[in-house]
């Protein structure tokens, strides 16, 4: 069976010389949601942005069959779709629809056609249709959390890849998105800080510590191992006072 998602010594290093990423080698099969866990500075999301061609890794990335490289840039830019951390790095059209609708019509949909797939998208992740008209700066920050999900979901990705997708979302916004997520078909990487969060959506984890990636577990045992947990700096020390 074709993997969703397939990561071979995957390395990069920053124009510093600092090394981010040291050989991290994964696969995701097809419908699976996995966290992607560690510490700030773990290298997760140099690791993301390394799977859709943004930083220049090296070692192998393949998205359903196909292997990422100068050819194939867009197409595996269809295939896996990427959320930023931060939402105003995604949002850079005059209006939500617009930029909800960039990636169909990029893809040659005719407008029709996109904006019946941008508005269902926007269903999907509650964001109301009367925000469609609005300029992404009119957003409140959680709206332009869902606005960014939209704009990636839109696409009908194969793999869909989350930088800190929590961030900035009250209660009911995150209940919201973890309904969202584990309503999806697609192949899920979920790199977060919440450990609640990705325990309600993923079911297998991904550590990284110093760029490398040093635990691939069931998820439910590795959040239930707070020695682990204390060791990866997912947890604070006993006795920690904030």
């Known amino acids: 069976m074709t993997q969703a ?3 071979e010594g995957l390395s990069y290093s920053y124009p510093s010389g600092a090394q981010a990423l040291r050989a991290v ?3 995701i ?3 699976e949601r996995v966290a992607l866990l560690g510490a700030n500075g773990a290298g997760k999301s140099t690791l993301l942005w390394s799977l859709v061609g943004i930083l220049p890794a090296t ?3 393949t998205v359903d069959g196909v292997i990422l490289g100068k050819q ?4 595996v830019r269809r295939r896996l779709a990427l959320a930023f951390a931060e939402p105003d790095d995604q949002l850079f059209m005059p209006t939500v629809l617009r930029d909800v609708t960039f990636g169909p019509r990029a893809a040659g949909d005719p407008a029709e056609i996109a904006e019946k797939r941008a508005r269902e998208a926007a269903q999907r992740v509650s964001l109301a249709a009367e925000l469609l008209d609005r300029e992404p700066h009119e957003l409140s920050s959680g709206e332009k ?3 960014a999900l939209a ?3 839109v696409s009908r990705p194969d793999v869909l890849a989350l930088d800190e997708p929590t961030n900035s979302l009250d209660a009911p916004g995150r209940e919201a998105l973890a309904e969202t997520l584990t309503g999806l078909k697609c192949a899920q990487l979920v ?3 919440d450990l609640d969060f990705v325990g309600e959506v993923c079911t297998r984890g991904l550590v990284m510590v110093e760029g490398r990636l040093v635990e691939d577990s069931e998820l439910s045992a590795l959040l239930s191992d707070r020695s682990k947990l204390v060791e990866y700096g997912l947890a604070p020390r006993k006795g920690f006072r904030p």
């Open 145 to 147: 959390r869902r606005a």
């Open 5 to 7: 998602l397939s990561v």
């Open 151 to 153: 704009a990636v979901l």
């Open 25 to 27: 080698s994964f696969s």
């Open 29 to 31: 099969a097809p419908g």
């Open 72 to 75: 194939t840039l867009v197409e």
């Open 59 to 61: 070692g192998r990335v």
């Open 191 to 193: 790199a977060s800080h």
